[in-house]
């Protein structure tokens, strides 16, 4: 029923309809797909609107505005402006009206999915970026030791203190050193404390230096580590708390010192150096 009536109205007032756009100044081939595509959008909807408005009112109102002429409310599409022409038919430029919707539709289909991919991109992005690790804090500390040295999470560089935590073991490397964490990954730090991933491991991260030996230790002192010092000579780090065979730290106790002796290339090994300036334990690789 409501295509039929739909029918029987495109048939009585497309000429008028037509006439009247053209009449207004509007090009003969805009006006007719002006209509069309009016006619088309409203065909869904033809049997509510016939119910509840007045059609020749309504859709005069939305000819005016798709095609930009001025608005005039309540104004009726007009009547009589032009005579009926078997040539000029509906037929083909429904059709059309039908092809330009379609293209349309298919246009806003792919705008909305590059904005959906864009979006998916950028949520993608901040994401990455909101999940990404915050840099290690760093501050700056003169080294009161002649090497690096790492202790409760924090690396001791010659300017600059970097927090660094769970380092399995590191070695110096230039002004910095290159350090493996326990996730296994393999971290490379500068002398200004910046910290970048690297997949270059140096041979002496995983090699235990030969050392020359230390020409005395106390009864009661361990030998722990043992690293090269810039310039030549070696800094031994003992531990008088501690008997051989727990070598994997040094720990403070009460009667027990953490100290560092510092030798030259010649053996000529200065005073031990106690070190008081971190708790717990401290290691040189």
């Not at 739909?6 to 003969?28: I, N, P, S, T």
């Not at 001791?156 to 073991?169: G, N, Q």
């Not at 995983?206 to 230790?217: C, G, R, S």
Request: hydrophobic share 45%; aromatic share 6%.
């Amino acid at each position: 029923m409501g295509d039929t009536d739909f029918a029987r109205y495109v048939d009585a007032r497309w000429a008028d309809l037509v006439g009247g756009l053209e009449d207004e100044g509007v090009a003969a081939a805009d006006a007719r797909l002006a209509v069309a595509e009016t006619l088309l959008a409203s065909r869904g909807s033809w049997t509510r609107r016939v119910r509840d408005e007045q059609v020749d009112v309504s859709l005069w109102a939305e000819l005016r505005e798709r095609t930009g002429l001025p608005a005039r409310p309540g104004e009726a599409a007009p009547h009589g402006v032009r005579p009926l022409d078997p040539h000029d038919a509906a037929d083909e430029w429904l059709a059309r009206a039908a092809q330009v919707r379609a293209s349309r539709r298919r246009r806003t289909a792919r705008r909305a999915m590059v904005w959906v991919a864009v979006a998916a991109a950028l949520l993608a992005g901040w994401m990455w970026w909101a999940a990404r690790p915050k840099p290690p804090e760093v501050r700056e500390q003169a080294n009161p030791l002649p090497v690096i040295w790492y202790a409760q999470g924090e690396l001791h560089l010659a300017e600059v203190v970097v927090e660094l935590p769970r380092v399995d073991a590191f070695v110096a490397a230039g002004t910095g050193v290159v350090a493996r964490l326990s996730s296994g990954d393999l971290v490379r730090v500068d002398a200004e404390g910046d910290v970048h991933d690297t997949d270059e491991a140096p041979a002496a991260l995983d090699e235990v230096p030969e050392t020359p030996a230390l020409p005395e230790l106390g009864p009661y002192d361990v030998l722990v580590q043992s690293v090269p010092v810039p310039g030549g000579g070696w800094a031994h780090l003992i531990d008088s708390s501690r008997r051989d065979g727990a070598q994997d730290a040094v720990r403070q106790s009460e009667s027990g010192r953490r100290a560092l002796v510092v030798c030259t290339a010649d053996l000529d090994c200065g005073e031990p150096v106690t070190i008081t300036e971190a708790d717990g334990s401290i290691r040189l690789r």
